[in-house]
Nanobody, 126 residues
Framework: QVQVVESGGGSVQAGGSLRLSCVASRYTVSFCMGWFRQAPGKEREGVAAINTGRDSAYYADSVQGRFTISHDKAKNTLTLQMNSLKPEETAVYYC????????????????????WGQGTQVSVSS
């Protein structure tokens, strides 16, 4: 069964850190994995993505330098380390996997990804 499951969300004060994890089942073909987020009333936006096995990573400008995405190929586990969090980053964070390599021009498009997790809430208070 294809499955992508996130964990690690929670509440933190502004400036704090959180670490999100995502495990993809062994049936999930995932050349690229990524994190998206969606705040109430807003569209889902790409946060970061990584080509598994190649470790080429992409970041949204707004998180560059503060967030780090990584992938453990043996465990097929994706991690997002989030530092210096801001209140405006409060959202539901989704893990996604794609059956193709991500590209610089399109990694942040939801249509690139084939499998999605249920999402995990991240709340940042001021």
């Amino acid at each position: 069964q294809v499955q992508v499951v996130e964990s690690g969300g929670g509440s933190v004060q502004a400036g704090g850190s959180l670490r999100l994890s995502c495990v993809a089942s062994r049936y999930t073909v995932s050349f690229c994995m990524g994190w998206f987020r969606q705040a109430p009333g807003k569209e889902r936006e790409g946060v970061a993505a990584i080509n598994t096995g190649r470790d080429s990573a992409y970041y949204a400008d707004s998180v560059q330098g503060r967030f780090t995405i990584s992938h453990d190929k043996a465990k097929n586990t994706l991690t997002l380390q989030m530092n210096s969090l801001k209140p405006e980053e409060t959202a539901v964070y989704y893990c996604a996997a794609a059956r193709r390599w991500c590209l610089l021009a399109s990694w942040n498009r939801t249509g690139v990804f084939d499998y999605w997790g249920q999402g995990t809430q991240v709340s940042v208070s001021s």
